[in-house]
Structures are given as C-alpha cells and as structure tokens.
C-alpha cells in the first residue's frame, strides 16, 4: 500500500542553525505535500504544502522542496528558535474516490537547544 | 467559528465498554475525516465523510467502530467492546471541497486510555 518514509525521527539542533526532515513518497499519482506541526496536547497544525506543479516553496523560515521524479520532498527551517520545538509530520496525497486520502509520515522530534 | 471542536478531550475507560466521540468541523467544511493517532507515530486514516455521506473506510476501521455524520454538520464516532489495543488519540479533521480539499484542518483531538 501507499507510504511515506520520514527521516530523521528525532532532530536536536542549537537555536539560530537550520534544521533539516526529509520524506519519500511510494505512490507516484500523489500530488500533494503539506507539512504539519504538532504541539504537546494539540492536533497537527498545517504550516506549509507544495503541490506537484512546483519544485521549491518559502515562506519566511521555513521552505519545501519537491523532487516528484525521485519522489523525496524536504522541510527546511532556518534560524530556528525554541519555539520550533515540536513534532513535524510530513504527508502526500491524491484525489481518492471523490476525496483525499492523506497517508502521514511518523514524525520527526525537534528540539531547539537555547 | 473556533476551528474544529472534539469532545471528550480525554477518556478513560475499562475494557468492554463502549465510548463515543464527537466531532463538530468548521462550518463551511463539508469534508470531514477521522484519524487515529498512537504514540510515537503519524495519523492513521480511518474514514472520511462528505456531508453525511461516509465515502471511504479504512482497513483500521474493524466491525467495533462506527462513523455517523446525520446532518452532514456534526460526527460522532463510537467504539464498541473496547480493547486495550483501541488507545490511542482520535483526530478529526474537515476541509472544503473543491479548490483546497486537501488541506486538513485538525481538531485537538479526543485521547482514549482503555484500562
């Protein structure tokens, strides 16, 4: 079945350096990639996606990229800060039977060291 | 509108039992999805809904769990007979359909313990 591989799981980096979570993708008809953040006791908040028709995407700190051919995608977040500190999930997805099925990776455990 | 509303938070149960939760998406989303959650990984799907329509089941949804959305507004999921292996965190999610379908917005979530 479809899947999405997340490295690495757990991310410790000093504040103001760039952190770096990279994903693949099994299922070549996804076309979709959004990255979520997840807080202690919250759900999974959308911070940034890229779409298929687009290689790169920035906004401020953070920036996506895209490679559909090797079906990687990657999350960067430069001068990070300790309020970075979260859980990262990366995700893909398609048109599904009227909808869209999002298959999420397991996660990546930043921490920001003041 | 708050965003998307779950309720319980956190529920505690014994083995056997039954538990619901509920769902109330954001009022213009007429997706809604339910996803679990267990330690240490990523949302798992298990069903989704368009209006009251329920479109898509996973495999995950075994023949203890159930999904309603009556008035195409609300949702409720229900799991009966409990086991220990149900705890987890149960997230819902809606979003609109059309243009920006596929961005989720997610809920807080309800936590299961079942004892």
């Known amino acids: 079945g479809e899947n999405v591989e997340q490295h690495p799981s757990t991310l410790s980096v000093q504040e103001g350096d760039s952190a770096v979570i990279k994903c693949t993708y099994s299922d070549s008809a996804s076309n979709y990639f959004p990255w979520y953040k997840q807080e202690l006791g919250k759900g999974p908040q959308l911070i940034i996606d890229?779409?298929?028709?687009?290689g790169e995407k920035k906004d401020q700190r953070i920036a996506v990229t895209l490679n559909k051919t090797a079906k990687h995608f990657s999350l960067h977040i430069t001068e990070t800060q300790p309020e970075d500190s979260a859980v990262y999930f990366c995700?893909?997805?398609?048109?599904?039977?009227?909808?869209?099925?999002?298959?999420f990776g397991a996660g990546t455990r930043l921490f920001v060291k003041a | 509108d708050t965003g998307v509303s779950q309720d319980p938070r956190h529920k505690i149960t014994k083995r056997g039992q039954n538990v619901t939760f509920r769902c109330d998406p954001i009022?213009?989303?007429?997706?809604l999805y339910w996803y679990r959650q267990t330690l240490g990984q990523g949302p798992e799907f298990l069903t989704y809904f368009q209006n009251e329509a329920q479109l898509e089941k996973s495999r995950l949804l075994s023949d203890r769990f159930s999904a309603e959305r009556p008035k195409g507004s609300f949702s409720t999921l229900e799991i009966q007979r409990t086991e220990q292996g149900d705890s987890a965190m149960y997230l819902c999610?809606?979003?609109?359909?059309?243009?920006?379908?596929?961005?989720?917005?997610f809920g807080a979530g309800s936590r299961l313990t079942v004892l």
């Open positions: 995700a893909a997805s398609r048109e599904n039977t009227g909808g869209f099925k999002t298959i």
């Open positions: 999610a809606s979003s609109l359909s059309g243009v920006g379908a596929n961005v989720l917005t």
């Open positions: 009022s213009e989303h007429n997706r």
């Open positions: 890229i779409r298929s028709n687009v």
